[in-house]
Structures are given as C-alpha cells and as structure tokens.
C-alpha cells in the first residue's frame, strides 16, 4: 500500500483525498472533500504546534485520527505548506509507511548504487590510502580499482590538484567536518579540462570515531561553461563600443574573445566601407573584399595570421567568410585532413599556416547590424584541444551582433563628423564636458536671413581641484571674420582658464587681446576684419568659475548680460554682477564679485540674442517662469527656454543659451590636513594618504599616489614656506593638491646624472595624466591629477 495523501487550504477544508486515504479511514473522497480537516481528528494539535509549523512550513508527529467506524487510529503524519498555484498556498498531509525489515537485496542495491553511480566515488582509510573507487573514478583516472587500492592520491595523480584535496580530505578526518572544493581541471581520462565540485566527508562508525573518509566528484562543466559565457558577455557589454572609433571596437571584440573564446580571432570589414559607402544589406552573395582591421592571437605578434593589418583579404565563393555571408549566420568547420586538401589548391600560404600551428577548429561568424553586412569575424583554436561546439557558435554570433551595431555606430558617426568638422570647429564645443560640479545643457541657433555663421560662443572649462569655468560671449557680427574672432577669443580663454586666473584678471588680459588684434588689423588694411574683431563694434563676455567643494561661485562680465539665478526654492532673479566695460576698450577695470550657490541651484548664461528685439523684461520675465520650473532634464528645460521666449520665432540675431546645476561634494569626497614644516611630517603625510585611500576603496592608486604626495610636500617644505597643507579630491578623478605661503612657480628640468635632487616633478608628471600649478591669494597650490579608470584599467588583470 502506497502512502496516504491529502491536501488541505488555509482555511483548513480537505481539498483533496486519495485512494490509501480512504482505505486507511474508511472516507470515501466525495465524503472528506469540502469538509474541515478537524473533523477528522480525535485530539487537536496544540496552537504552539501549529505557530512552529507555518514559521517553518513542515510538521512531523503522532496524530489521533478518527475512523469511518468511530475507532480511534494512531498515525505518523507529515505535513508540507507547498505553493498549489500562483498566490494559492495549500497543507499536503502525508501518512509515513511502517518501517519494513531489510531485505536481502538491499547490500546488493548498496554495491550497486556504488559501483555505477553517476559521480565519481572513492573511499580512503585513515592513512589517506585508497580503499575503494567506483567505475567512473576509474575511468577518470585511467587505472582500475585493483590498481589504485593501497595508494595515496598523490601517487597515482602527482598533481597540484591532488594535494589540494589530500589537504581538504586530511582537514575532514582531522575535524570531523566536510570539506568541499571547487577545481578545473584534465583528468588522465579525459580529452579535455572539466569543472569539478568535489566534497570530502568524513567516515565515522557508531561510536563517532573517524575511520576513513570518502571523496565524491559532480562534473559541473556545463554549469561552469554557462557561468563563463554570462561573464564573457558582461565583459564584452562593459568593453565593446567604449569608443566611437571603428578600429578600437573591433580591437576591444578580439581583446575580449582571445583567449576566452578562441586561440586566434581576425575581424575584416567590407572595402566598400572605406569609402564611405552604404553596406549592403544581408545575405549577401557578391565579391568578399574584406579590410583586415583588427586580429589577436594568443601567440605574440599574431603569428598564424596571412594577412597584416590595413591590408587586403579577398576571398573566394568558396572560403568561410564568403560563405557565412551568403548564409547570413556563422558556419563551423573541423579542419580535417581531407578539407585542407581541398583547400590546400585555392589557398596554399593559408593552409600551410594552419597545418603549421595546428588550427582544428574554425568559426566564420558575419558582422551584421541593421540588416546590413559590415565585414567577418573569423575564430580558430589551436591551442585549446576541444573543438567549437554550438553554445560556442551562439556566443559568438552574440558578440559579433554587439560589436557590430557599435562598429555601424562609429561608421555613421565618423562619416557625419568628417561631414561637419570644418563648421563644428569654428563654431562651438561639439560636447559639454561632464563633470561632477555641475549638469550642464546649452543651444546654440543662429540668427535667421544673416549671412554666415556669428560670433556667438559658450564654453565649459574643467579646472584644476574639481572646478569648473563657465563661459559665455559675444562677437557682434557674422560672417567668417565674426566667427575667426569668436575662435581666437575662445582658445584664448582657454589658454588662460588653464593658467587659472581669476576671472576680472582673466577679462583684463582678454580686453588686451582683442585690442592688439584690432591694431594689427587695422595696420594692415583689414577694415573688415578690424570690424569684426574690435571692441567698437562690440565684444562682450560672461566668466565664471565655480567650486564644488566650498559651493562659492566667482564672476565677471565685460559688457554682457546678467545671468539668472534659480534657487533650489524656485526663486528666479537676475545676479547683480560690477558693470564691466565690453572688450576692446581698454583703460576700464574689471570686477569679480563671489556668491555662495546651494546645491542644486541653477545658473542660467546667455547672449542678448535671447531678449530679442521686443522688450527685454518681457523676455527675462518669461525666462524666469520657466526657470524656475523643476525639469528633471536640462536639455529639456532648454528647449523650454526658447519655445516660451522666442515663440518659434526666427531669432534676429545669434542665440547662445548654457544652463548648469550646481553640486557640492560631499565631506566624504574631501580630506585636508594641516603640515608642518618639517621634513618628517612627509612620512606622516604618506600615512594620511594611504589610510584615505584606502577608505574610500581606491587600494590600486595607494601606491603612486603615496609617491606623488611625498615629492609634492617635500618641495612645499624645501622651498616653499608655512603655511602648508595636503588635501585629496575624489571626484570623477583623484585630485592631490599641496599649498603653501609662497608664490614661486616650480618648473620641470631635467637633472643632471650626478645631481641629487631634480626629479620629482619629472616624476609626478610620468605618475600622473594632468599636473600644474596655480597662484591663491595667499601662496600656490600644486596638483596633480589621475583618472580612476585609467587606476582601475592598469590593475584589472582581466583588461
């Protein structure tokens, strides 16, 4: 007789009843089914049972039923809380059979299970010597139980491997406990490396004692495979396409394929690509011209390859490349004997390479995106005895199709950036540096029926220690010279934002530029181009420099319009700034004034454009309302801007709009601390970095940045003077600034073989991407700069 089942619902009505249920109780099924369960027992079950039982969804005991005929039966039951359906929860109530006496078949079905069991098993005596194993430890190890009985492990497996389990196996008979480990690797059995999870128990008689242990292997390769292949996929989604340069995408394909892949990957792109032509669409039966881009091998150099790189590979119809194009799906060949042969007639260097370094394996997998061909992906092994296999095939396509949308990406981006460069260049930053300090957004639109492009320009510049610069100016004027001056103004700006001066100082020596430029102009002739760059005409501009860290925000104008200022409250007003005189003037001072932003504030910069020829106030009022509006997007707040202000109107003259949000970093994102001037504080100052670095997880930057903060604030000490003090940025890089009293400059020089001193400078600038210095009110500051991601990349071993 089977087991009595049945099932019961939260609400404790029998929902089910089978057929040992009824014989055990005499109840029919159409009797129990829709009657409460507790009709059924003799004695309830006490309500601390029935608390244990729903926390942990099982309960075992002795229950009093009651039979059909009134009797009472005693039963072992075992209950189950199971999920019945989707949000439908039910008890499976279950009557254990009576123990039976052994049968005389149950030693044989013992020896059996053993013998033929689908995990590989072997039993060990105390002194680690084998005293059992069963048929497949004996075909993974290629020697027979009568063989190996007597040896320890690591005489018939001398093998790293085999000391690690020894090593687990000694631990589980010296602690009692079971030990697992997790090894890959090539039996003497087998043709290839498998995953192995191998657990070591120990074996104890009735009175506990430890008498031998017991060694159970579970293949777990193809779990293994899977796990590898979702990695191999999450590395190349992290890999390919960082860039929008066709030959670093098809660069980072192989980086990522070679060697978890394949021994040797070559990527070819289509030739009619190279000039600019649109792909043809997939499958595709036509002439295979591929363009070798880009190829790796786990040999140095790419030895295997016949084709350099840039240079041609035209195939024939019946090569792989042109097949799996016309198929439009990749193809897999085992390179046997026979198909070399064959080949051997159409392409004997290429044979020849393959016989040479033992290629057996071949993918040929299409670069297909949008439903166009772009080129072919070619996979070979060598090194790696197993052969490609269908889940090898899938995983290629896959990361073919991703490299090829990126590389179809880069493709229509360049051919549209070589389009546009030449005006992009003259006219504005074609994208906004991200930084922490501030969201930043802008438009630009030219004015409607003037010839040429304007003068207009806006600019976000990063400066050292986290800040940003915000510019914003005006060329009156169109035409090439507007533009050529708008140009020279703004590389100047640069130039001078990046020897960091303050921002009246910075108009001041831009006022003198474009005073000498008109003079040169109208020296030689050039009244047009007078006209276009001269102050009398008009050249204004808009400088601001804001700190993340303090949240103050310093600005000077020459001769342009006030900025808007919004609030994190909403509140929208215009910031009074010192009138400055407009460029090309000169004779007239410049004024910075400093404000504190909030988090979160807006700062919206604009040329005049913008108010239009109607009334200016209507404009900055109707700029305010949407200001002052919490758009999530500040692109979207832009377009805002201009619909509410100018109506879908054509603007009567250029129009350049930047708005940034303001951020702080945080306390956790700034150390400072106060040195001495003392050579020994050095040592304390690599102890603070170090220690901080730490904190915030960057371990791989402790190293060069230790060094860079040591030569740093010995110079500080050595020729600078008091105060001095180190302080470190995390920001989307790692900033080390060291500031003392003096205003001397250092400069790099290169030392002498037999000087002492010289070289650190020259080190800091070979540790790090960006190094310099800038004058404070009250001495210098020297920084340097290194990018996390280029730590992280130089330490990550898998890159």
């Known amino acids: 007789m089977g087991a009595a089942r049945a099932t019961v619902d939260l609400r404790g009505i029998v929902t089910a009843w089978n057929q040992e249920a009824q014989q055990l109780l005499g109840y029919g099924s159409g009797e129990v089914v829709g009657r409460p369960a507790v009709d059924l027992l003799c004695e309830g079950v006490s309500e601390a049972e029935l608390r244990s039982a729903a926390a942990r969804g099982r309960w075992r005991g002795q229950a009093a039923l009651r039979h059909r005929d009134g009797s009472r039966l005693e039963v072992g039951l075992l209950a189950h809380r199971r999920e019945a359906a989707p949000a439908v929860e039910e008890w499976l109530l279950v009557t254990p059979l009576q123990g039976t006496e052994p049968h005389p078949q149950d030693d044989e079905l013992t020896a059996w299970a053993f013998r033929q069991s689908p995990c590989a098993a072997v039993v060990y005596d105390t002194d680690l010597r084998l005293r059992r194993a069963n048929a497949i430890d004996e075909q993974l190890v290629d020697l027979t139980e009568e063989e190996m009985r007597g040896l320890r492990l690591v005489d018939f497996l001398p093998y790293p491997e085999s000391e690690v389990m020894e090593a687990h196996m000694r631990l589980a008979l010296q602690t009692g406990e079971r030990q697992q480990v997790e090894l890959y690797w090539r039996a003497p059995g087998q043709s290839r490396a498998h995953a192995w999870s191998i657990l070591l128990a120990p074996l104890k008689d009735e009175a506990a004692q430890v008498r031998g242990a017991c060694l159970v292997a579970l293949d777990t390769t193809e779990a293994y495979e899977a796990r590898q292949r979702l990695l191999l996929l999450s590395d190349a989604g992290a890999r390919i396409g960082r860039t929008l340069d066709v030959t670093h995408t098809a660069e980072d394909l192989v980086a990522v394929a070679v060697p978890c892949l394949a021994d040797l990957v070559t990527v070819g792109l289509l030739t009619c690509l190279d000039s600019g032509i649109d792909p043809p669409p997939s499958p595709y039966r036509g002439p295979v011209d591929l363009r070798r881009i880009a190829h790796g091998s786990v040999l140095e150099g790419c030895p295997e390859s016949v084709v350099a790189l840039g240079g041609l590979d035209p195939c024939l119809p019946s090569s792989p490349s042109a097949r799996c194009l016309a198929a439009g799906r990749a193809v897999r060949y085992e390179l046997s004997e026979s198909a070399l042969a064959q080949w051997a007639i ?34 070979a092994r060598h090194r790696r005895p197993e052969p490609f296999t269908e889940d090898d095939v899938m995983l290629a396509e896959e990361l073919a199709a991703r490299a090829a949308v990126c590389i179809d990406n880069a493709r229509r981006y360049t051919r549209e950036r070589n389009a546009s460069l030449t005006l992009q260049r003259s006219l504005l930053p074609p994208d906004l540096p991200r930084r922490t300090a501030l969201e930043c957004a802008s438009r630009y639109l030219p004015a409607a029926g003037q010839p040429g492009v304007g003068g207009d320009w806006f600019d976000v510049i990063p400066l050292p220690g986290a800040r940003v610069a915000l510019v914003v100016g005006d060329v009156v004027g169109h035409g090439v010279h507007a533009s050529a001056a708008m140009g020279r103004l703004r590389t100047t700006i640069r130039a001078l934002a990046d020897v960091d001066l303050a921002p009246d100082e910075l108009l001041t020596r831009l006022d003198d530029l474009v005073i000498h430029l008109s003079d040169e102009a109208e020296d030689a002739g050039d009244l047009e181009s007078a006209a276009g760059t001269a102050g009398a005409i008009g050249a204004s501009c808009l400088y601001a420099v804001y700190d993340p860290i303090s949240g103050h925000c310093t600005l000077a104008r020459a001769g342009h319009p006030l900025p808007l200022v919004v609030t994190p409250d909403g509140t929208a007003d215009l910031l009074e700034l010192p009138a400055g005189p407009p460029l090309g003037l000169g004779g007239l001072p410049f004024e910075s004034i400093e404000v504190e932003l909030a988090a979160g504030s807006l700062l919206a910069l604009y040329t005049d454009g913008l108010l239009g020829t109607g009334s200016p106030d209507q404009a900055l009022q109707a700029m305010r309302e949407v200001l002052a509006r919490r758009e999530p997007s500040l692109s979207i707040l832009c377009d805002t801007v201009l619909q509410s202000v100018l109506h879908d109107r054509p603007a009567d003259d250029d129009v350049a709009l930047l708005l940034a949000r303001t951020h702080t970093l945080g306390a956790d994102q700034v150390a400072t601390w106060q040195l001495a001037a003392d050579p020994a504080v050095v040592a ?25 903060v040591s030569e740093l604030v010995t110079n500080a000490i050595r020729y600078g003077c008091p105060p001095i003090q180190l302080r470190l940025i995390r920001e989307r890089s790692l900033i080390c600034e060291v500031s003392d009293g003096s205003n001397t400059a250092p400069h790099l020089r290169r030392a002498r073989v037999f000087d002492e001193g010289g070289r650190g400078l020259l080190l800091v600038a070979q540790l790090t991407q960006r190094w310099g210095t800038r004058q404070t009110h009250a001495g210098k500051t020297i920084w340097a700069e290194q990018d996390l991601a280029v730590v992280s990349a130089d330490q990550d071993p898998a890159l």
């Open 346 to 379: 159409e392409r004997p260097q290429r044979v020849a390479q393959v016989r040479r370094y033992g290629i057996h394996s071949a993918m040929a997998v299409p670069l297909l995106a949008r439903g166009a061909v772009l080129g072919v992906v070619l996979l």
């Open 684 to 708: 304390q100052a690599r102890k603070h970095t170090a220690e901080q670095l730490t904190t915030w997880g960057l371990h791989e930057a402790v190293f060069t940045t230790e060094l860079v």
